[in-house]
């Protein structure tokens, strides 16, 4: 599990510590690409927040995967819908019987213009 590669995207690794490139400045330049707006106490939470998540991303980087082919799901997917198979359903009166409204035979809701 050693480290496998180096990426010059990472200036960042082998520094002590994340925290210490992550700085408020930072943080609110993020935050304002985001548009968002961080009280004083929220700067430093997100600094220690986004330093964790990049310290996960340096320990992601760092593992070996030459050997690891590219997926897209890590499960194998299956289609789980039942065929498409027509069935009785429900007379009309009875499925429009709780209707606020009914106009020919259908349910009558208000006409929306966005």
Known sequence: MGC???S???S???AAS???VIDDATVRHVARLA???LEPDEVERMRVELSGILEHVDVIQALDLDDVPPTTHV???ENVMRDD???PSLPVAEAL???PEVVEDRFAVVKFEG
């Open 8 to 10: 010059p995207r990472n």
């Open 97 to 99: 019987r709780e209707a």
């Open 4 to 6: 496998s590669r180096e």
């Open 18 to 20: 994340i925290g210490s």
């Open 12 to 14: 960042w690794r082998g």
């Open 75 to 77: 499960l194998t997917l």
């Open 85 to 87: 198979v027509p069935a």
């Open 35 to 37: 548009r968002l707006h």
